[in-house]
T-cell receptor, first 113, second 113 residues
Framework: GDSVTQMEGPVTLSEEAFLTINCTYT??????LFWYVQYPGEGLQLLLK?????DKGSNKGFEATYRKETTSFHLEKGSVQVSDSAVYFC????????????FGKGTLLTVNP | EADIYQTPRYLVIGTGKKITLECSQT?????MYWYQQDPGMELHLIHY???????EKGDLSSESTVSRIRTEHFPLTLESARPSHTSQYLC????????????FGPGTRLTVT
């Protein structure tokens, strides 16, 4: 079945550092890929998405590229801020499914001033 | 901005009580979902619905039940709460076509004493 493996946290960075959170997946067909972010005490918000190979999703300075050859969708940001402290989830929607999101286990990011 | 609401945000209740967690969305989405989020952050799908009068169990077995009498409303009920039900419950919705990204409510944090 479909699965998502993402980098285990917690990840602690200083402000303005470069961020990478690794995400790899296993899926049948051609999945859509997502990154969600969960700020403390809140629900999940869609951060970015990519629906086909080589697509790059971007939002709020975050980027991720859908790499079919390496089955990866790594999240990057060039310069993190304290306000980026949150839990980040990688997720996929399998090519044969029209409802079921498969989530990774989440990565807690803490950015210190 | 997603328009999906959950009430209450926080609930502390004694063992054996019946509770209903409310979820409503104003986006006209056909599909709705309930997730349980454990303290380790991992998300588990417990119920979903394709539309009015449609409900299905998710990946994680749950003693809760759901109903979908109106498109915008997807309440979750526990007939007899137990301490093992203590968790964060997240409601989500999505369109029936397109890339199917899910929009999440703010969550209900349930504590059963």
């Amino acid at each position: 079945g479909d699965s998502v493996t993402q980098m285990e946290g917690p990840v602690t960075l200083s402000e303005e550092a470069f961020l990478t959170i690794n995400c790899t997946y296993t899926a049948t067909g051609y999945p859509s890929l997502f990154w969600y972010v969960q700020y403390p005490g809140e629900g999940l918000q869609l951060l970015l998405k990519a629906t086909k190979a080589d697509d790059k999703g971007s939002n709020k300075g975050f980027e991720a590229t859908y790499r079919k050859e390496t089955t990866s969708f790594h999240l990057e940001k060039g310069s993190v801020q304290v306000s980026d402290s949150a839990v980040y989830f990688c997720a996929l929607l399998g090519g044969g499914s029209n409802y079921k999101l498969t989530f990774g286990k989440g990565t807690l990011l803490t950015v210190n001033p | 901005e997603a328009d999906i609401y959950q009430t209450p945000r926080y609930l502390v209740i004694g063992t054996g009580k019946k509770i209903t967690l409310e979820c409503s969305q104003t986006m006209g989405h056909d599909k709705m979902y309930w997730y349980q989020q454990d303290p380790g952050m991992e998300l588990h799908l417990i119920h979903y619905s394709y539309g009015v009068n449609s409900t299905e169990k998710g990946d994680l077995s749950s003693e809760s039940t759901v109903s979908r009498i109106r498109t915008e409303h997807f309440p979750l009920t526990l007939e007899s709460a137990r301490p093992s039900h203590t968790s964060q419950y997240l409601c989500a919705s999505s369109r029936a076509e397109g890339t199917y990204e899910q929009y999440f409510g703010p969550g209900t944090r349930l504590t059963v004493t």
